[in-house]
């Protein structure tokens, strides 16, 4: 189907069913128990685990198949928000116009870069894109203010110079982006018993960008251009003795994946108006990094699977204080209620990134396929044969 | 994501049969019956309290975090009432707002925009929160603004500093009790002039975004007032962390002040390495060469330690206030005494504005009899009110900020103890503060109109 | 002409952060060959030994003084730190006053120690391990570690002070024939100079005259080789390590001073101290310490505001244009050796 062989169509299908439910499946607990902080089904944090998902889809077509280390992917990620918002000023509040202008944007920052980054190779490149990212964000933090309204990061005002649109809503707000008039943030509630299902126009718009995505990278992966990256993985050296010069196909990866993080970036623009310098720190280039390897680099799923990790302790983590863990442990007798507090206590809410470099840790060293080898060992466990192995593996199809 | 799928077969049961063979009622969330956006149903009221808990201001959030479960115990009844009993307005009674009671959700800002509009989000579309306050810079507290604006909630900034916040990026659901740039120049500059007179030459270091413009424009223009010259205006990269190739070149420069234009761990630094280059010192033109730090909080001073010493600057407030300047700021002592006995040490300005917010959005609910947030804009625009430590204050309807007294501090020669390390030199009253709505240092926005999201 | 020296001596002084900060990373990064991103970290750490001394020698025990009263109206308390106690205020005070330097001794072993733990129980396991796995684990390693020093020192500045004597400055002017006060440098910084000198002098002096130091050298050109040869090159690789370790601790201690230790110090140098090693060029000891003083000189001019007002925002990128046109002219950096990390 769609092209594809057997094998990535069951991905491709559990990946479609996985964001079409996300608002169920990430919302297994009853809103009124006390697991319901672990829920992560509202539409904002959605919203961004697809968003990043595209950005780490994106920026695997490069690490994963060529082995080359971007450090600085998070400069077109900013770039493309820019764009989005920019789009929102002055031409439309539609988000397809400031989707495609971000794309393509990035798209060109990324030939740039890449046309001379690309000069070197190993951590040479990686140093070169780290320097053209934070050049970008210190420049747009400070001396570009004109353009990206620095510390506080672009948005939109009741006096845009809107040229298809109104500059101030009917009840005298700022408009919000829409596709063709329906509204991102228009949210379809359904209440069902103590559960509390959100449906987001926005986030299944964005949802079905990922899933192109998705699919996109799939055929990549599977097409002669992608054998050629991969081989440009494994030994260089050779294919420029066979005569081949490689430049062009990393520079086409290098602008594919670049193009990938500008559509994140407007996405992100799409579904929030605001544009912050912070989006091209070298933090949010890293986090791109972390978000892969975490997930399996080179493997299909992974960076997706990576990006939700991080995303959710982020979002989720941080927001368990004092007062939910003794609500959570309210049942036990006061002092075992007061030392589990006091246990849990440092690695939650304001010690949520101590929690998420222990498990980096942990990943790495448990795992070193990634997240994606966690979900096959479990697989492995369940079906309790260990022939399975390659059967299992589609989602890990490894780049090596 | 990975712990979902343990119990992904039975969810989906679940939403395979509620689509099946349930009409559920089902409606679009902005539009609720009550017309506004999380209006609270049951017997409790959530707030969310949103304040940097990593990154370099965390032990502000910290400060602010506490300041916030302090106020919700006060609001509930619990605890000594702190600055109920001497808040002007007497209608809040103990028992939560409008009968309910409150409870909190609290979010990691890590002082980005981006991250705090993530957790302002989820604290909104999950969590139900009605009202948000808290943040400990001025790119936060605008991004955070505009999304309650959008969203249909009240938002209370916390300390943000910046001219922006109720200037060019104000907005009808925000309001500010902190002070601004441009109050704590019109502060200054009549100390200024009382200590080191009106022949001076300033020399500015200003942190590269838009709080440091936005301050060292203050200054420039009051001080020029005064008839100080500015001999060079530098701004300095905020990821600078060594100061001393921007402090060399003050030493020849003919400047007799320096004016250091940064906020927290930048401020600790150029402070110290303006020390260590000897700058205190220093005699230029016949006259002892000065450092002012525009704004103070207890935190720097904590951090900058004996080089504060000497050095002037302005707060929003300080917890020594009401015993060196009298009655008029009733309700510090309140708070101080209600803070001290919980957590062992005074409060901060920051914990005191947070704290102060949180009584005024509760107070200003229940005047106006609902959580509506157009009513809750209506009921705080042009307030009057005394009691909350800074001496009596008008919220201005135009802009939405606070005007009230400002003081000068100065770092003190010989702290007695870790919590003394600022004096207040003079209280600048309200009226040498205030400016017009359309000040030009101000324009360029809009309020707009309140939303309640419906 | 005088702000012309200044800035040089500025740039020296920063460019002796930024190479005592290189030297260790590039032990690690261009000759083990790991990745290190807990590198900062261990930056960090080594200024917090220097805190954790001042904690230590302040040691207080409270008396009740009646004559006064704290915040909340009760009496307060005065604290005495023990060694003044003992020792009197002459050289009790005068020993935390010095604790600085002498948090130099207090460091050495516990960053040795650090060192060896962390090769010996994590980084041992990712010599073979790609690139990118190693940076996982040693950004995990890193965000860990600050997090610990934030939960136990919060995330505020904290003041360590150099010792009274160094607190002053030195008329450099006078030497050079200036008038008095016209270039002044505060005695720490020059300390620091020279104490970096001392150490990069003392680690290339290590590895080429002692048999240690060429078997390691011999090790980083070819490991294999030298297995072979029957020595066990992986102890002298956690010796190594340790030394890194204890070199970026030295750099923290004595950074001290000059401006106060936060918990997150070694992020702020971390994608800078990558820059330095990458820019002197992998694997070349030389090239780190000369690119440390490159970029320290170049940033200090590019902070002038002759400069800035010809290029604004100058200040802000230097570093990163540096690096960009040292890596496009010279495909290695300054003094790189081909083949290290370039796959």
């Known amino acids: ?400 | 994501m990975s712990r979902m799928n343990l119990t992904r077969r039975g969810v989906i049961k679940t939403g395979a049969i509620a689509g099946a063979g349930l009409a559920m009622p089902t409606y679009l969330s902005a539009q609720t019956e009550s017309g506004f956006t999380n209006a609270p149903a049951g017997d409790s009221v959530t707030l969310g309290f949103n304040v940097p808990q990593s990154g370099p201001y965390a032990d502000e959030g910290a400060d602010e975090l506490r300041a916030f479960e302090l106020a919700v115990e006060h609001l509930n009844g619990e605890g000594d009432g702190g600055m109920l009993s001497t808040f002007s307005s007497k209608v809040l009674d103990g028992t939560g707002i409008l009968g309910k009671k409150v409870t909190f959700v609290t979010g990691d800002t890590q002082t980005k925009s981006d991250a705090a509009r993530a957790s302002a989000q989820s604290m909104i579309q999950k969590d139900g929160a009605i009202m948000i306050s808290g943040g400990s810079s001025s790119g936060v507290a605008v991004a955070v603004q505009s999304l309650c604006q959008e969203a249909g909630i009240i938002y209370m900034n916390g300390l943000t500093h910046s001219n922006d916040t109720t200037g060019k990026d104000k907005k009808a659901n925000g309001f500010r009790h902190f002070f601004n740039a441009y109050m704590s120049a019109a502060a200054l500059a009549p100390v200024l002039k009382q200590l080191y007179g009106e022949d001076r030459a300033a020399y500015h270091l200003t942190a590269d975004y838009t709080w440091g413009w936005t301050q060292q424009e203050s200054i420039q223009a009051s001080t020029e007032a005064l008839g100080w010259t500015t001999v060079n205006n530098v701004l300095t990269p905020l990821a600078a962390t060594d100061f001393s190739s921007y402090i060399t070149p003050v030493l020849n420069s003919g400047a007799d002040v320096l004016v250091l234009n940064h906020y927290g761990g930048n401020m600790v630094n150029s402070l110290t390495n303006a020390v260590q280059f000897g700058l205190r010192d220093k005699q230029v033109n016949g006259k002892n060469f000065e450092i002012v730090v525009p704004l103070y909080s207890e935190l720097m001073a904590k951090g900058a330690g004996a080089n504060i010493k000497g050095i002037v600057g302005s707060q929003n407030w300080d917890w020594k206030v009401e015993n060196v300047m009298g009655d008029k700021y009733v309700g510090s002592n309140a708070f101080v005494q209600s803070f001290g006995n919980k957590y062992g040490f005074p409060p901060s300005q920051a914990a005191h504005t947070c704290y102060a917010q949180t009584l005024l959005y509760a107070d200003a609910v229940t005047r106006a009899g609902s959580f509506n947030p157009c009513a809750v804009v209506e009921a705080l625009e042009d307030f009057e009110f005394d009691g909350l430590g800074n001496g009596p204050t008008l919220y201005r309807g135009a802009d939405h900020q606070c005007f009230k007294d400002v003081l000068v501090v100065k770092g003190a020669e010989n702290p007695e103890n870790e919590f003394n390390l600022v004096e207040i030199v003079e209280v600048t009253p309200t009226e040498q503060v205030t400016y017009d709505a359309e000040h030009p240092m101000f324009a360029g926005g809009a309020l707009g109109s309140c939303n309640p999201g419906a | 002409m005088d702000a012309i020296i200044l800035q040089i001596l500025n740039g020296l002084d920063k460019g002796s952060a930024y190479a005592l900060i290189a030297l260790g990373l590039t032990l690690i990064f261009g000759t083990l060959g790991v990745v290190n991103f807990a590198h900062g970290a261990l930056f960090m750490i080594g200024a917090f030994c220097a805190v954790t001394l001042q904690r230590i020698l302040s040691i207080s025990f409270e008396t009740v003084d009646p004559t006064k009263t704290d915040f909340l109206g009760n009496p307060s308390t005065v604290d005495t730190p023990y060694i003044v106690h003992w020792f009197g205020p002459e050289v009790g005070g005068g020993i935390i006053d010095w604790s600085v330097p002498l948090a130099i001794l207090f460091a050495i072993p516990i960053m040795i120690a650090i060192g060896f733990i962390m090769e010996r129980g994590l980084i041992k396991h990712f010599y073979k391990r790609p690139h990118a796995d190693q940076i996982l684990v040693t950004f995990g390693l890193a965000i860990v570690l600050q997090e610990v020093i934030k939960y136990y020192y919060g995330a505020n500045p904290i003041q360590t002070g150099a010792p009274e004597v160094f607190r002053g400055s030195f008329d450099f002017g006078v030497l050079l024939g200036f008038d008095p006060n016209v270039i002044i440098y505060p005695y720490w910084r020059l300390v620091y100079f020279a104490f970096a000198a001392l150490i990069i002098g003392a680690v290339f002096a290590f590895l080429q005259f002692t048999t240690f130091g060429m078997v390691v050298r011999a090790g980083m050109a070819d490991r294999e080789t030298v297995g072979l040869l029957g020595i066990n090159i992986d102890k002298r690789f956690t010796i190594m390590f340790g030394l890194a370790a204890a070199v970026a601790g030295l750099a923290g201690v004595m950074y001290a001073p000059i401006n106060a230790p936060n918990y997150h110090m070694g992020m702020d140098f971390l994608v800078l101290s990558f820059v330095v090693v990458v820019v002197g060029g992998m694997g070349s000891l030389p090239g780190a310490v000369l690119a440390g003083f490159l970029l320290g000189i170049l940033e200090s001019f590019a902070s002038m505001t002759q400069v800035i007002d010809l290029i604004p925002g100058i200040n802000q990128i230097i570093i990163y244009v540096v690096a960009i046109i040292v890596l496009l002219a010279r495909p290695r950096g300054l003094m790189g050796r081909k083949g290290v990390m370039e796959e």
């Not at chain 1, 009853?30 to 697809?50: E, I």
């Not at chain 1, 968003?51 to 994963?64: C, E, Q, R």
């Not at chain 1, 949520?352 to 966690?374: D, E, R, S, Y």
Request: include cysteine.
């Open chain 1, 1 to 400: 189907m769609f092209g594809l062989d057997k094998k990535d169509t069951t991905l491709l299908l559990i990946v479609f069913v996985l964001t079409m439910c996300a608002p169920f499946l990430l919302n297994p607990f009853p809103g009124n128990s006390a697991m319901a902080q672990f829920n992560a089904g509202y539409p904002d944090l959605m919203q961004r685990f697809v968003i990043y998902g595209i950005f780490a889809i994106g920026f695997n077509i490069l690490f994963g198949l060529t082995g080359y280390l971007s450090f600085g992917h998070a400069a077109f990620l900013g770039v493309g928000s820019y764009s989005a918002v920019w789009m929102f000023k002055l031409l439309s509040m539609n988000v397809l116009p400031a989707v495609i202008l971000s794309v393509i944007i990035a798209g060109l920052f990324a030939l740039v870069i890449g046309f001379i980054s690309l000069r070197r190779s190993g951590i040479y490149f990686s140093i070169l894109t780290l320097a053209f990212a934070q050049m970008s964000f210190a420049l747009a933090y400070s001396v570009l203010t004109p353009i990206t309204n620095g510390e506080t990061g672009l948005q939109l005002s009741l006096n845009d110079p809107r040229i298809l649109g109104e500059s101030v809503s009917a009840s005298g707000g700022i408009p919000f982006p829409s596709l063709f008039g329906l509204d991102m943030r228009a949210t379809h509630v359904m209440e069902l018993g103590p559960w509390m299902f959100q449906f987001s126009a926005g986030y299944y718009f964005c949802a079905v960008l990922m899933l192109l995505a998705f699919y996109l990278a799939i055929r990549i992966f599977r097409s002669p251009f992608g054998l050629m990256l991969r081989a440009v993985k494994s030994n260089q050296q050779r294919m420029n003795y066979t005569g081949l010069n490689v430049r062009p196909y990393t520079l086409a990866a290098f602008v594919i994946s670049g193009m990938y993080a500008g559509l994140a970036g407007g996405l992100l623009a799409a579904m929030d108006p605001l544009a912050g310098a912070e989006r091209m720190q070298w933090t949010a280039s890293g986090e791109v990094v972390l978000m892969t390897i975490l997930g399996g680099a080179g493997t299909l799923i992974g960076p997706v699977l990576g990006a939700g990790f991080i995303k959710y302790f982020e979002n989720i983590f941080s927001k368990i204080n004092d007062t939910v863990l003794h609500q959570w442990f309210a049942f036990m007798p006061d002092g075992i209620e007061d030392l589990l507090v006091t246990v849990i206590h440092p690695f939650v809410g304001k010690g949520w990134h101590l929690t998420l470099g222990l498990m980096f840790m942990a990943v790495v060293i448990f795992l070193p396929g990634g997240l994606v080898q966690g979900g096959q060992k479990i697989g492995n466990l369940f079906r309790r044969k260990p022939a399975a192995d390659h059967t299992t593996s589609a989602a890990k199809t490894p780049a090596e």
